[in-house]
């Protein structure tokens, strides 16, 4: 939503938060902040969007077009390396893949997340749509609600959605109210709460942002992320975007969660997949 003081791409709170100072080719370090934490783990969206702010820097194309993460153990605030390795340069794709670690309490390195991404230039790519997916049915953002307006669903989740402008469906907000729906589905709108466009970069933050679609199932908690892939599509259009993420299955305490973002021209501009892991109770 602009503001007065509406921040812009390059200068924003977001842009800071995933700025890496390179150590040497390659090597990249990093104060992760706490700022994009839930409960005291910081958010894999985040997380993705460091590393592929590492990799544009790594690769000779500049935008994700398909990045796939498995979280391996929880990332905290403070100290971080990310180390990447160029596998294969073309002339329309290039490949590479980074890591994240941070360090134990004997000071010995611990992996959190680990990639591998193909990059290429969306500005280069064709117009040509031929589609039928649609845009989801979420009412004006006047009429739906973000955190603000209510208590948080977990003890210390609100650092992250301080940072975020999110309005949720009301349809999908049963859970809130102690009623979830058992639709595994959350939709909202959804954008940078300093104003903030969003970017190739900010979309892999906006696919795993949401409260999760296992509280529309019945189930409270965490839902720890273990794998996760996007897939960018084009660049958005300036504003907020909408995202509809549904679950159809939940088995052996493991839920999928897909995701659609559609932007102000009503363009697909990226979509994902994620594994995640509930507890049951």
Known sequence: MAQASQAIIGDSEFDRDTALTRRCDGVYDIDLSAGWTIISAVNGGYLLAVLGRALADALPHPHPFTISAHYLTASQPGPAVVRTDVVRTGRTLSTGQASLFQYDDQGAEVERIRVLASYGDLDSLPDDVRTTATPPAIPPMAQCFGPEDGPAPVDGSSAIADRLMLKLDPATLGWALGQPSGKGE?????????????????????????????????????????????????????????????????????????AEIWDAEDRLVAQSRQLARVRLA
């Open 186 to 258: 959350m939709r909202a709108w959804f954008g940078l709460a300093d104003g903030r466009d969003m970017d190739p970069l900010s979309l892999l933050l906006a696919v795993d942002a949401l409260p999760p679609t296992a509280f529309e199932l019945g189930i409270k908690g965490w839902v720890p992320t273990v794998e996760l892939t996007v897939h960018v599509r084009c660049r958005p259009a300036p504003g907020p975007v909408r995202v509809s993420i549904t679950t159809r299955n939940l088995a052996g305490g493991f839920l999928e969660e897909d």
